[in-house]
């Protein structure tokens, strides 16, 4: 299976703050990489697929790249509705896999 | 918009069959895979396996001698059975919708979860 490291594993950040997340896949898979947003309670909702390309009314302020190895989600000014846990997912092999998150908090 | 919906017991005994069933709304659910994700308590998200609504699967390997997948077109309905079951497979159970692709894959939208406990 393809091990997806997030970091970190947590943070804490302001309003207005500029947010990085980092993915690492433990072998290459190409652009083959999403990112999701989870709140308490909710199910998680699609940022991001294929590294970069951003999904349908998601906010600007919300972008991805990389590829290969490496993925990075930034959020370029944090708002109050941003604090959540993001995973990324890759579906590059079967079985897709997750990171195991990154909680973004006050 | 499409919609799903997560339906079945929310307790299931140690050693028997979790069975569960996600209702699709808004759109066909021809033509695309349908997934299953589970989550347990406080811990991160793990991919069950998908279905295509030919019947073409692909399992997780840790799951795949428990995991059976079906569709129902004429339903707008998939499914999922999990047997032999024991504590550790204590979670909230999504479905998902994925695209038409073999791997240029991404869920949306999800269902909005359902607790399965598996206890005595």
């Known amino acids: 299976d393809i091990q997806m490291t997030q970091s970190p594993s947590s943070l804490s950040a302001s309003v207005g703050d500029r947010v990085t997340i980092t993915c690492r896949a433990s072998q290459s898979i190409s652009s083959y990489l999403n990112w999701y947003q989870q709140k308490p309670g909710r199910a998680p909702k699609l940022l991001i697929y294929l590294a970069s390309s951003l999904h349908s009314g998601v906010p600007s302020r919300f972008s991805g790249s990389g590829s290969g190895t490496d993925f990075t989600l930034t959020i370029s000014s944090l708002q109050s509705e941003d604090f959540a846990t993001y995973y990324c997912?890759?579906?590059?092999?079967?079985?897709?896999?997750f990171g195991q998150g990154t909680k973004v908090e006050v | 918009q499409v919609q799903l919906q997560e339906s079945g017991p929310g307790l299931v005994k140690p050693s028997e069959t979790l069975s569960l069933t996600c209702t699709v709304s808004g759109d066909s659910i021809s033509g695309y895979y349908w997934n299953w994700i589970r989550q347990p308590a406080g811990k991160g998200l793990e991919w069950i396996g998908r279905?295509?609504?030919?019947?073409?699967?692909n399992y997780n390997p840790s799951l795949k001698s428990r995991v059976t997948m079906s569709v129902d077109t004429s339903k707008n309905q998939f499914s999922l059975k999990l047997n032999s079951v024991s504590a550790a497979d204590t979670a909230v159970y999504f479905c998902a919708k994925g695209t038409y692709y073999e791997r240029l894959d991404w869920f949306d939208p999800w269902g909005q979860g359902i607790l399965v406990t598996v206890s005595s």
């Open positions: 279905i295509y609504t030919s019947g073409y699967n």
């Open positions: 997912q890759q579906t590059s092999n079967t079985p897709w896999t």
